[in-house]
């Protein structure tokens, strides 16, 4: 489904915007199976979706205001995460069985060619990043492994090994460190070096498994959505050991999305609400048990 912000009718607006409110405005029907991640194709009226169906779908705009599959390409296994990068159209695919496969979308969106595979995990891919200033893939698995492979040889550089099954990924491509979210309830925060990497701390603080991560780079802020129903907010550039924490969902939170221009989190859940933070605003912090050493 896509949806717009407007404000309400005939609501005056105010500075925190609590009058607005999503109108959905259009839907994107015909995976047969769960729908596992999907994005929105920047500067297009497109989006590309991936499914426990096995599909990778590009959805085109049409004259008639509709959304229709210009490809729909089918995986050996379920789709299960992905990454998009805009400036080469290249699109990493993580399926159940482990493998990521690489593709480059043509100019149109109505083709997509296969470049390689990478054998990165021996279970389900949870997330997948690329970083096209290091030409790394970095992703995750329920093989409880993070890896880093180089974009231009398909080769392993490295990886590290959790100690319950990795769910959600986030890099930040200045610093290089990468924040792996686990089954376990916790977050590692690794340096990422060209052929290993260092544990910089663990940050604990939900009581359940992790779900989902997104990261401010500009304020260099980590959010956090567990099975616990709540959203941690990690100051990581403070060095302070602060966060707070967002209440609101009633069930998992299981999508999180981090806007820079509006300083908005939107945050999806289980209870079938999406959630939007206003994070300009001075929120009281709490103490947490985290350290960093960042050099």
């Not at 498994?209 to 802020?221: F, P």
């Amino acid at each position: 489904m896509a949806a717009e912000i407007k404000p309400a009718p005939g609501a005056a607006s105010s500075k925190q915007g609590s009058s607005r409110k999503p109108q959905l405005i259009n839907k994107l029907e015909g995976c047969n199976d769960d729908v596992n991640m999907a994005v929105i194709i920047p500067g297009e009226d497109g989006v590309i979706s991936i499914s426990d169906d096995r599909t990778v779908r590009v959805w085109l705009k049409r004259d008639s205001g509709q959304y229709w599959p210009s490809i729909c390409h089918y995986m050996p296994a379920g789709a299960t995460a992905m990454d998009y990068n805009k400036e080469t159209r290249r699109l990493f695919v993580g399926m159940d069985n482990g493998t990521i496969s690489e593709f480059i979308l043509a100019d149109d969106f109505n083709r997509m060619n296969h470049q390689r595979d990478y054998l990165a995990h021996t279970n389900r891919v949870a997330s997948i990043i690329f970083t096209l200033n290091c030409e790394w893939v970095l992703s995750v698995g329920r093989d409880k492994y993070f890896q880093w492979h180089c974009s231009e040889t398909g080769h392993r550089l490295g990886g590290y090994q959790c100690n319950a099954w990795c769910t959600c990924l986030q890099f930040d491509n200045q610093s290089k460190h990468a924040f792996v979210g686990d089954y376990s309830g916790q977050i590692v925060m690794l340096k990422v070096e060209e052929t290993e990497c260092k544990v910089i701390t663990t940050l604990k603080g939900h009581s359940g498994s992790i779900r989902c991560l997104a990261w401010d780079a500009e304020r260099q802020l980590l959010f956090s959505g567990s099975f616990d129903q709540t959203i941690i907010v990690w100051d990581i550039g403070g060095q302070q050991g602060t966060a707070f924490e967002l209440q609101g969902h009633h069930n998992k939170v299981s999508s999180l999305c981090y806007s820079g221009p509006s300083k908005q989190l939107i945050s999806g859940s289980e209870d079938a609400m999406i959630a939007f933070w206003t994070m300009d605003i001075k929120r009281q912090e709490v103490w947490l048990s985290f350290q960093l050493g960042i050099d």
